[in-house]
């Protein structure tokens, strides 16, 4: 019985096989035009009317899925992460030093209404999600997840835009105050302990952007590198010799590594004669 169910099973799948054989050359016959896969090119640096994005060769990162489009200046150690769009296609954005534009943050400008450009200085904080639409945001301000600051909006140094919060169009949150709510408000002055804060999660993140920035830029020779030693580790027995990037010792008086007999006196006796006759004529 039991020989006879493989029999069974054997010849369907023999079937099964053939039929879809056959229905993808029948398939190929009817195809109009010929298809062939494709990589999406990436959008990370997209040019506008000629205007392609300046980017500072010390920029920290930009991560693969972001885009930065047309006339866009990104400063050094400033990081653009993954999914968040920069866009100057009809004006200018000007995005300063040591600034984060976050994980599917916007950054866009306007022609039609009011003509602004987006102007972000050194060492703000754009959290995940924000908006920018034609403000300006002055150093050391941040604007966290999922803020908007909307049309000629400007926001002072040293100033907080909380989260979820909605700047109208042409508000000035003034330097060194907390703003929240829809419309946002001014609800405090921002503290000491937040001002220092900030400035340790930029550090942080300027170091983390660094790491990100290298992992993206390793090409497939190095990847596959990192996944055969990434097994290697995984599978390789603990009481098996273990590999090492540690800088190995230096030879010590042509005998070797210390610790390691090779080529020494305990194995090879003459090469201590060698050794001393060397020291003799040098006088040692």
Sequence with gaps: ??????????????????????????????????????????????AVDGVSPTVSPLTAFVAPSASVIGDVTLGQNSSVWYGATVRGDVHQVIIGDNTVVGDRAVIHVAKIQGDFPSIIGDNVTIGPGAIVHTAT?????????????????????????????????????????????????????????????????SLDTLELARIHAVECNKDLEQLTKDAEAYEDKLTRDPDYWQPSNAKKPEDVLGQGSPGLIFDSVLTNPEEGLKLKKRQAEQGL
């Design 1 to 46: 019985m039991t020989s006879l169910s493989a029999r069974v099973v054997l010849a369907a799948s023999n079937a099964a096989r053939k039929i879809g054989q056959g229905l993808d050359s029948m398939g190929k016959s009817m195809e109009v035009v010929k298809h062939a896969e494709r990589l999406v090119p990436s959008t990370r640096f997209v």
């Design 137 to 201: 945001l002055k150093d050391g301000s941040v604007v966290m997840a999922s803020a908007q600051v909307l049309d000629g909006a400007v926001v002072e140094a040293n100033s907080i835009v909380g989260p979820g919060a909605v700047v109208t169009p042409g508000t000035v949150v003034n330097a060194g105050e907390y703003w929240t709510g829809s419309p946002a408000k001014m609800v405090r002055k921002v503290t000491v302990e937040e001002l220092e804060g900030i400035s340790e999660n």
